[in-house]
Structures are given as C-alpha cells and as structure tokens.
C-alpha cells in the first residue's frame, strides 16, 4: 500500500526509517514522489571520444576473476577486467569490497566511472548492470541530507517500486489530464525516477509540476470552503457609529489605503463566515491603527480581541499605545506575557473567562492551556510569519470560532500571493501616511567608515539613537559573535560618553527583553545587535541603523532593519557598510540605496535570488515545492490554481467517485497539518 510507513519495505527498520524521514520521507508513497533533481547520463559512449576525467558508462565481457587486494589497514581496492570491443579496460573500485560478489568471469557488465585516458582504466563509481539485468542510460540523482546516502536512495526507490508501482491512483482528474495533456501517475514516476531518455524525464516532470502545484492550490481551496461555511465563523454585527466616533478622536486622518483596508475588514467581521485576511503593508503603513479599528469593532458588539505579538516589548509598546488610544471609549485592556506575576495573572485570566476583559494584548502566554476566554471573536497577529501554524491554530480554536487577522511588513511579490498566503485574503496598505521623513540610504566601504562615524557622533550629540547590526549567520555563529563582540569593544571606546550594548540571539531572552527596554527609555544610546532587531520595535528617537557586513542580508531583511528607523520627527539615515564579493552583492546595495518601497524590493529580491531561497526560507512563511518553481513555472501555477477553484466550485466537496484518490490525499494532508510542532 502507498500510504504503508516505510518500514513495510525490506530492509528498513526504525532507525532507518527515523533516517529517511529526515529527509520528508514516511510512507512508500512519499518515497515514489520523491524525485530525482538530476540525471547521470549513462550512455555507452565510444571511448576514443571519452576525455580525461570524464564520467562515462562502460560495457564489456568480464575477462578475468575479479581481485580485491588490502591497502593499509582499511583500505581495499577491487579489480576487475572488462573486455570493451577489442580492448581490455582495468576497472577500479576502492574500499566497496562487497562488489566483488557482482561481478564473475564470463559475465557482461556495465559500469560507470571516471575515465583516465592516458593509462586507459577507469575509476568505478557504480555498477549499473550485470548478465540478467538491462543497463539503464539515465541514473536519477536525488536530495540527500547527511542522514541518508544517495545510494539508500537508489535502492529504496527500486524496491518500493516494484512493491508498490500497481497501486500507484491519479489524483490529478482526468479531464485535466487531457485538457493538459498531462501523463497520469504512473507514468510520472516511472519517467521521473527511470527514464530512458531525457526527454521521458522532462515529460515527467512537466507533468509532475503541473501535479504539485494542484495539490497544493487543492489544499488551499479545501480550507477555503470550510471557511466559507457560516458554521465554521462567526458573524460580528459591530457599532458602525461607534467606529466612526473612535476614527475622529485619531490624531491624524487615515490614509486612503488604511480606509480601504478598514472597509474590507468591516464586511469580512459582519459576514458569517470565517475571515482569515492577511494585512500586508510595508513597515509604517500605519497597520496597528487599521488593527485596533477591527479589534474595537469586535468590543462593540460585544465580543473580545486578542492581539498577539513575537516579543514582550512588542507587547507591553501594543498595550501603552493603545491604552491611550481606547481612554476615552468603554474598553478594558489587559497585557499578559510570560513575565506577568502569577499575582496579577489570577485577576486577568478570571477578567478574560468572564468577559469582563475586552481586549488582551500579550505574547504566545495568549495560547497557553490555562487562558479561556468568554467570548473572543477576533484574533489579530502582529509580524504573523513570526509564529507557526500551530500557535496560530491553537489561538483560533480557544474562542468560539474567532475571526483571524493576520499582519505582516514583509511584502511579497503580488503575483505570488496566490500561492503564498492562498488560503487567506489579502488586503495591502500600498501608501505610507503623508508627511514621513524619507530615510536617506548610504552605502560605504569598510574603508571609507570614518564618514559613517561622523554621522553616528552627529547624530548621538543631537541626543539621537544608533543601532549598529551585524549578521549572524548559523554555519560561523562562533567567529560572528567575536566580530559583534569586537564591535561592541570598538564602539564602546569610540563613543565613551554613551551607553552602548550588546544583543545577540545566544542570549537568553529575559536579557534581551531588559536590554531592547533600555534601548526603549534611551538608557542605551548605542545598541549593537546581531539578531534582526526584535521585528517591530518601536524607538522613534533612533535615527541611524547601521548595518555591517550588509552584503550578507537579504534585501526583504535590509529593508525591515532600515524601517527601525525613521519612526519620529527627525531625518533618519541607513548606512550599510559591505565589500561585496559578486555583482548580485553590488546589485542588493544600489538596490536598497535607489528604493524604499517594499513591494518593489520584494520584487528584485525574487529576482536576485530567485524563488528558491525565498520559498523555503522559513523566515519568509512561504511553502516550499519540490518539483516546480514559482516563479520558472509560474504559467503552470496559474493555471493549476485555476482548474483546482473551478474544481471546488463545481463540487466543493469533491463527492464523485474520480475524485477519490484526491479526496483521500486531502485528507491525509488535513492530518499531517494537525500533526505539526
Ligand atoms: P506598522 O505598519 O509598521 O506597524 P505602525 O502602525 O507602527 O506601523 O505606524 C507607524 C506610525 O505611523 C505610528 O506612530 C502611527 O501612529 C502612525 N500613523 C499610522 N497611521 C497614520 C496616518 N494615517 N497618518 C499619520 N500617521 C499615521
Ligand atoms: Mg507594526
């Protein structure tokens, strides 16, 4: 059976299987859609034509018996003697004894190896093929990881095949296989693990996106109709008067873009189905304001709001804020985080279970077993690519069946949203409130540092903050904390009359929480940081970020560093200061120097980097795809999504028979999402 844990297969066992699944890997099934990312060609090549080093298949009559022979203590070498045409080739294979039993005089065989034209032998890599069995022309190469060798792979893959190939259903429909002219199941895997040709292996594959990137819109389009059912949300009749008296009292007017958001929020609150809705707006779009509209809206009609944030200080900045905003209006608020004493948590979580508290702003404490609540119907996620699936769903299922806003300031390429963040709606703040004080972005050698340290003495003097960031990336942590380090001793005696500190990621995080607090009250003047500066943070009397080493951020992470600053009256600066070793490293720099808009960088760095490293960079939220691109591939993607919408619009719980195997697969993937963290 395909969905038989991999156990079922000779030869593996738990460990093994622990191993495999390292890698994804769990049931036979995941292991004949695990396909190779490349081929080895393996054909037979004439070897008058064969170059120096070059890897090449041999095929020949084994002439002689095969010899092992000792080299060392540990060390084994194994000969053997093809006769390919007229000549006779000495193939050698080091330290893989167990071969010998392969090969037998008298035997045709066919290896494939690295060539040595001069002395005429080869260097054996693999055997391909002996007496009974046909060489294959193409050997697939797949994603390993340090757990699992490429040859487990190899073998596994063969013998799940021949175990399980039969029961291998379609879940892709018919009628969109040959509308699209698509190979079915069988033929994927049979073309994309052993193909004859190149191009079997590149009808497979076409076909193989096209399949991924259905299941995957299928996905988001099932948990889309459950949350079109009334049954599955709640509908808030909020106080539209009341709203409109809170949006006066403001200090400014709201932007276009922040009405237009406000508008979309409001119809998905009244309406009864769930509303699952991204806010996306690039840092200082004003998204708090938008978010404490819609969460006092839910007060207004009676419901409770939670406003959940990655960090304490995120959280206790949310709840001054908008203690002041809510003063003049019937709202009681409350903050509870981890470092809320059991004291004053009694009376908070007997405030939340009654309904007397209105609105809870506060950290993950928010999810944790012991907070019920009477009646929460809206949930907002401040910085949401910060917390898993997990604590998002534990948060929902807590209330009755709460309304769901999620935030983020890291915009992504709108021609990807679909696929992003499919399963929600997006709604985007496209302008910045009137009137910021643009960011003046530099970007200097390491050489040319002293004019960088004339604006940080400038700006210190004017009794301004400096953040000065530097990367910590996870393959050196050790030489990057001693280069923070370093840098916290030289700024420290570079600016002897300020306070300057150091924050790095190993710290533990009630001491980074006390110390982004000094930095807060301006105790700090000078914060060093290797961790991206708590997401979020508000310090508008910071007006230069500095960033070292800047070629080694990203441009979506530079961008979020750079809105740090900016936040108050006065002009702010960025300075990055990098040596880039590429173009693409010059390219970011200039980049972030021409343009402060986020949709716009977001863009380039799908560009600079291409879609790989942003989807599956865990940091960006997006998923990851195993076959398909994107961005390459982003016509397939397009049409996969349109074909699963049509799909679910013309039987929303897919109930004909054909659709079984998807229906079945669907369901399989419901509870492996259940099963997350
Ligand atoms: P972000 O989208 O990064 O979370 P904030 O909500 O923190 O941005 O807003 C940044 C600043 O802009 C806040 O000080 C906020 O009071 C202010 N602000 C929000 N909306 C407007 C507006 N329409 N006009 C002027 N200032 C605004
Ligand atoms: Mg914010």
Not at 18 to 47: M, N, S
Not at 164 to 176: D, F
Not at 367 to 379: F, K, M, P, R, W
Not at 389 to 401: S, Y
Request: hydrophobic share 45%.
């Amino acid at each position: 059976m395909l969905a038989d844990p991999l156990t079922a297969l000779p030869g593996v066992g738990p460990k093994r299987a622990e191993q495999l699944a390292t890698l994804g890997l769990e049931t036979i099934g995941d292991l004949l859609f695990y396909f190779p990312f490349r081929y080895d060609d393996l054909q037979v090549k004439d070897l008058a034509e064969a170059a120096d080093q070059e890897k090449i298949t041999l095929k020949g009559v084994i002439v002689a018996p095969p010899i092992v022979t000792r080299v060392g203590a540990r060390k084994t070498r194994l000969n053997v003697k093809l006769q390919v045409d007229h000549a006779v080739v000495l193939v050698t294979f080091f330290n893989q004894p167990w071969l010998k039993d392969k090969f037998e005089e008298g035997m045709a065989a066919a290896v494939y190896g690295k060539w040595d034209a001069k002395r005429h032998t080869m260097t054996g890599m693999k055997v391909l093929a002996t007496q009974t069995e046909a060489a294959p022309s193409l050997a697939g190469i797949y994603p390993t990881n340090k757990h699992v060798r490429q040859s487990t792979l190899v073998e596994l893959v063969q013998t799940a095949y021949a175990q399980a190939s039969a029961e291998i259903g379609n879940v892709v429909p018919q009628a969109l296989r040959q509308r699209f002219r698509l190979l079915s199941d069988a033929q994927i895997v049979h073309g994309m693990h052993f193909p004859d040709s190149l191009q079997e292996a590149q009808a497979a594959r076409r076909s193989a996106i096209f399949r991924e990137f259905f299941l995957f819109e299928c996905q988001i389009q099932s948990l889309r109709a459950d949350n079109q059912q009334a049954a599955n949300g709640l509908a808030i009749p909020y106080d539209n008067q009341a709203l409109r008296a809170l949006i006066q009292t403001l200090p400014f007017a709201l932007t276009g873009a922040q009405k237009q958001v406000v508008n979309e929020i409001c119809a998905d609150l009244r309406a009864p189905r769930h509303m699952n809705r991204l806010l996306q707006g690039d840092v200082g779009s004003g998204k708090t304001v938008v978010a404490a509209i819609a969460m006092y809206a839910a007060v207004t009609a009676r419901y409770q709001a939670a406003l959940m944030v990655p960090t304490e200080v995120l959280a206790e900045q949310h709840f001054a804020k908008l203690t002041k905003l809510f003063a003049e209006f019937p709202v009681k608020l409350a903050l509870l985080t981890g470092s809320t004493t059991a004291k004053a948590r009694r009376p908070i979580l007997d405030g939340l279970r009654s309904g007397e508290i209105d609105l809870v702003i506060g950290t993950h404490a928010l999810i944790q077993t012991a907070v019920d609540y009477a009646n929460l119907g809206l949930v907002v996620i401040d910085e949401q690519h910060r917390f898993g699936v997990n604590q998002r769903r534990i948060l929902q299922e807590k209330g009755l069946k709460p309304d769901l806003l999620a935030m983020t300031a890291t915009p992504i390429p709108r021609t990807l949203a679909i696929t992003a963040y499919g399963e929600m709606d997006v709604s985007s703040i496209t302008e910045l409130p009137a009137g910021r004080q643009p960011i003046t972005t530099t970007w200097v050698r390491k050489n040319q540092l002293r004019s960088a340290m004339t604006r940080v003495q400038q700006e210190l003097s004017a009794g301004h903050q400096v953040f000065a960031i530097t990367p910590l990336i996870a393959e050196s942590e050790k030489i990057d904390l001693q280069n923070a380090a370093q840098l916290f001793t030289d700024l420290s005696q570079a600016f002897p009359q300020w306070h300057v500190a150091l924050l790095h990621g190993q710290m533990k995080s009630d001491d980074k929480e006390a110390i982004m607090r000094a930095f807060s009250a301006n105790e700090v003047q000078l914060l060093v940081s290797t961790t991206v500066v708590e997401v979020g943070v508000d310090v508008p009397n910071a007006t230069v970020m500095m960033i070292y080493d800047a070629d080694r951020f990203g441009l979506a992470q530079l961008h979020q560093l750079r809105g740090r600053v900016g936040r108050g009256q006065a002009a702010a600066y960025c300075i990055l200061i990098a040596d880039p070793k590429n173009d693409t490293g010059v390219e970011r720099m200039e980049t972030m120097v021409a343009t402060t808009d986020g949709f716009k960088l977001a863009e380039k760095d799908l560009e600079l980097r291409g879609s790989g490293d942003i989807f599956g960079d865990k940091q960006s939220g997006l998923p990851a795809f195993k076959v398909g691109d994107p961005v390459a591939d982003f016509a397939t993607l397009t049409a996969a999504q349109q074909s699963a919408a049509a799909l679910f619009k013309a039987d929303p719980t897919l109930n004909a028979a054909e659709y079984a195997p998807l229906r079945a697969y669907l369901a399989r993937m419901q509870r492996q999402v259940g099963r997350l963290d």
